[in-house]
């Protein structure tokens, strides 16, 4: 199976930069993805890394190093609506199986 | 484009009732997932299902649990007898197919009263 940790809440003030890191444990890997949710509303899909090294798009970057099964969103120049729930979500087990297995979710506040 | 449709949005049962959920997948995808989501808490996978096939459910429950996702028509979650424990939001997901990216529907909301 799969397992992920991260961390349960982190808040921050407007402009800064916040990281929130992901650990994970799997039977075979494919990748770690990253979800946005506001609020119990729809997940929304940030990033995903296949490989090690970091994506960037826009003010958020997602990094992986698959030797150390870790990963990180990096959230840069928050705002106010960046409040939200913060997922991180691996891909494992056999070739054919394309489910994701869901960290507990970090909650990001961001304070004016 | 429409995006991935979950109805109803609010579902409201008294215990030993049946709860149905349907899921419509973006078009031209055909995986789908469903996942269960408490207050405060994670989303639980529960079910991967391709056109008329289930590809996993290592996290249905084995009672009273199934889903399907025929050849026409929307996936559906069924909960027979429901529990107040199965109050909760059940969310749907869809992917064209292989990717880390799935695009999730709104989500049901159950109530078991």
């Known amino acids: 199976g799969q397992s992920l940790e991260q961390p349960s809440e982190v808040t921050a003030v407007e402009g800064a930069i916040v990281q929130i890191n992901c650990t994970y444990q799997?039977?075979?890997?494919?990748?770690l993805s990253w979800y946005q949710q506001h609020d119990g509303g729809a997940p929304t899909f940030l990033s995903y890394n296949a490989l090690d090294g970091l994506e960037e798009t826009g003010r958020f970057s997602s990094f992986l190093s698959r030797s150390d099964s870790y990963g990180y969103l990096l959230l840069q120049e928050l705002q106010m609506k960046d409040s939200a729930s913060y997922f991180c979500?691996?891909?494992?087990?056999?070739?054919?199986?394309?489910?994701?297995?869901f960290g507990a979710g970090t909650t990001v506040t961001v304070r004016a | 484009n429409a995006g991935v449709m979950q109805n109803p949005r609010h579902l409201v049962r008294r215990r030993g009732q049946e709860a149905r959920l349907r899921c419509s997948p973006m078009k031209g995808h055909s995986h789908v997932y469903w996942y269960r989501q408490l207050p405060e808490e994670g989303l639980k996978f529960m079910v991967y299902?391709?056109?008329?096939?289930?590809?996993?459910e290592s996290g249905m429950p084995k009672e009273r649990f199934s889903a399907e996702f025929p050849k026409e028509g929307p996936s559906i979650l069924r909960i027979q007898q429901v529990v107040r424990g199965d109050s909760a939001a059940y969310f749907c997901?869809?992917?064209?197919?292989?990717?880390?990216?799935?695009?999730f529907g709104e989500g049901s909301r159950l109530t078991v009263l």
């Open positions: 997901a869809s992917s064209p197919q292989g990717t880390g990216e799935l695009f």
């Open positions: 979500a691996v891909r494992g087990g056999v070739s054919n199986d394309y489910k994701l297995s």
């Open positions: 799997t039977s075979g890997f494919y990748g």
């Open positions: 299902l391709q056109k008329e096939n289930i590809i996993d």
